[in-house]
């Protein structure tokens, strides 16, 4: 391990440590938020490489252009029912799929009537939003004036697409215990500078998010949730006028997510292409995904 990694590493779990002091107790979906977004630090923000060959996992957009042209087909046949659409990327990654879906799209009409005059990134991490900029800095001029990131959702109407390939699973969870008929909140805390488990109550607008789903679970059931997921489709959906909302990544249904054998939740970590189940590892150096 390079030693400005053990420093960005070290650094990391000082943050994370502090708000555990200063808090009496972290709640795991905002450990999870700092081991990957803390500012400069967490995976996707300390300038690691993380997509490919030589990170710890692999997209359907780095692999080559194949994903992205099948998807600007799509967005084609969209625009064409749209009065000036735009596309709206959310986690938009290396800004491969950007780069590759604006010159698919050019290359589809010569008059050029597919290509969306704006392309807008919504993205969390500096790091990576740094890195889209650069790989958009490769295009033409006239696809590369086109691309433009905002710092917060659109907030005037548009039509066009709203997409994203795997940010739904890079998203943080609240991970719950249902036992003795309740719901209870897993919190970090120390125990001698060793992170430990323990289980709270969860504040009343979380427990009825987890109770809306009206699950039925056997006594100490382990599994995850996204807080607040309503409300953030809804900011980003919010203005979109007509178009179409797409999402890509894994998943299960619900039946299968939150089946009585899979009692042990969904976290999975990647490093160096290997998948472990323990988020407490190499904490700042590995993926964590629900
Ligand atoms: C697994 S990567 C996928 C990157 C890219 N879409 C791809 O397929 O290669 C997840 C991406 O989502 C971003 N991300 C996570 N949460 C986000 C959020 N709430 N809003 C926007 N981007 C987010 C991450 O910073 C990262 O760019």
């Given at each position: 391990m390079s030693d400005s990694l053990k420093q960005i590493q070290q650094s990391l779990w000082h943050h994370i440590t502090t708000a555990i002091k200063d808090n009496d107790g972290l709640p795991f979906v905002d450990f999870m938020r700092m081991a990957l977004y803390q500012p400069g630090l967490g995976y996707y923000s300390?300038?690691?490489?993380?997509?490919?060959?030589?990170?710890?996992f692999i997209t359907a957009v780095e692999l080559g252009s194949l994903f992205a042209q099948s998807m600007a087909r799509q967005f084609a046949d969209v625009f064409k029912q749209l009065q000036q659409p735009v596309i709206l990327e959310l986690g938009a990654g290396s800004g491969r799929f950007c780069a590759d879906v604006l010159t698919a799209l050019d290359g589809l009409s010569s008059s050029a009537q597919?290509?969306?005059e704006q392309y807008l990134i919504l993205e969390v991490s500096a790091d990576l939003r740094q890195q889209q900029q650069q790989q958009i800095q490769t295009l033409s001029d006239d696809l590369k004036r086109r691309v433009t990131w905002l710092d917060k959702f659109p907030d005037t109407e548009f039509n066009g697409v709203i997409f994203a390939n795997e940010v739904l699973d890079a998203i943080p969870v609240e991970v719950f215990q249902f036992k003795d008929n309740h719901y209870r909140r897993l919190i970090l805390n120390l125990d001698n500078d060793q992170l430990v488990e323990q289980w709270h109550d969860f504040p009343d607008e979380l427990l009825s998010q987890i109770k809306a789903r009206e699950l039925t679970l056997p006594d100490g059931y382990r599994s995850e949730f996204i807080p607040h997921l309503n409300e953030w489709m809804a900011g980003i959906t919010q203005y979109l006028n007509q178009g179409l909302v797409l999402f890509v990544d894994y998943g299960y249904g619900r039946d299968v997510e939150y089946?009585?054998?899979?009692?042990?939740?969904?976290l999975v970590c990647h490093q160096r292409h290997q998948a472990n189940?323990?988020?407490?590892?190499?904490v700042g150096a590995q993926d964590i995904n629900p």
């Open positions: 300390a300038g690691l490489k993380k997509f490919g060959q030589a990170g710890d597919y290509l969306p089946h009585p054998e899979r009692n042990a939740g969904t189940f323990n988020p407490y590892h190499d």
